[in-house]
Every structure is written in structure tokens, then in C-alpha cells.
């Protein structure tokens, strides 16, 4: 069922990203460490950062001692609301047969749509810091004692 939602390279960055962050614990990590610790194209990586931090999400310091950190406690920020930041709201972008969208007379096109609703509710409900918990691997970077903190 390729199709019925897809989740954009952008939003799993920023995903993955703000995980590392609130597993960071208010440290600041650089683009350039979470790039090479998600094996991601920084500059990518940059601008899903950039647009973030314009949206309140995570702040950043510019500099040698630069880097980003969460705005908020890991458990303030729904997967949905992060999802919905980077790539709009969740939506099913096309129909399984290849026509524009699904019509009223589509037999699937209920399951689909309760399919939707249930995703999207799943993702409000799922906070960051359960995601991070979950997340599969933790940066050795991100082991090291505290040496920055966001002011």
C-alpha cells in the first residue's frame, strides 16, 4: 500500500534529529555531529534545523561552540506536531489506483481516511521523550560528559 502516506526525507531527519537532541539532554550538539551520527547529508540536515529553530522548536548558537539543543522538555513536543512543522499536515497524497485523490465511490477510500485519522492520532499522542526512549542507538558523542549548555 506505498501511497497512502509518506513520511518526506525532511521529516524523518527532523525526527531522528530532535530525538538525538532530547536524548542530549540540554546539550548543544552541532549539525555537523547529528549529520554524522544519522549518516545524513548535513546540509539537508541543516536546513530541517534551520526551519525548526524558526519555528521554536529547538534553538541554536552559531559559532565554534555553536550548536542546537530542544526549546522545550523533550515530553512538550508530539510527533505529530513535529511532523506537522517540517511537512504539513498529515494527509493521504494520492490514491492507490493513481488518480488524483480517492472519490466518494472508492471502496477504500473510508479505510484509508479512518486509516489517516488513526495515524495522526497515534503521532499527537507519542511524545518526543517516548520516542527518544525508543530511539534504537544513542551517539557516543552524546555520552561524553556536559560541556556545553544552552544559555
Given at each position: ?27 548543544l550538539i552541532s549539525t555537523r555531529e547529528i549529520a554524522a ?110 560541556r556545553r549548555r544552552v544559555a
Amino acid at each position: 500500500m506505498a501511497g497512502i502516506i509518506r513520511v518526506s526525507e525532511a521529516a524523518t531527519l527532523g525526527l531522528h534529529a530532535l530525538a538525538l537532541l532530547a536524548r542530549a539532554a540540554g546539550r548543544l550538539i552541532s549539525t555537523r555531529e547529528i549529520a554524522a551520527d544519522l549518516d545524513v547529508s548535513e546540509a539537508h540536515l541543516a536546513k530541517v534545523l534551520q526551519r525548526l529553530e524558526h519555528q521554536g522548536l529547538v534553538r541554536g548558537r552559531r559559532g565554534p561552540a555553536g550548536g542546537f539543543a530542544l526549546s522545550r522538555q523533550p515530553g512538550a513536543y508530539s510527533l505529530g506536531v513535529i511532523y506537522e512543522v517540517i511537512d504539513g499536515p498529515l494527509q493521504s497524497r494520492e490514491c492507490l489506483l493513481g488518480q488524483p485523490l480517492c472519490s466518494a465511490q472508492c471502496p477504500l477510500g473510508s479505510v484509508l481516511k479512518k486509516t489517516e485519522r488513526e495515524i495522526s492520532r497515534k503521532l499527537n499522542k507519542t511524545t518526543l521523550a517516548e520516542f527518544a526512549r525508543k530511539f534504537p542507538f544513542v551517539s557516543t558523542k552524546l555520552k561524553k560528559p556536559a560541556r556545553r549548555r544552552v544559555a
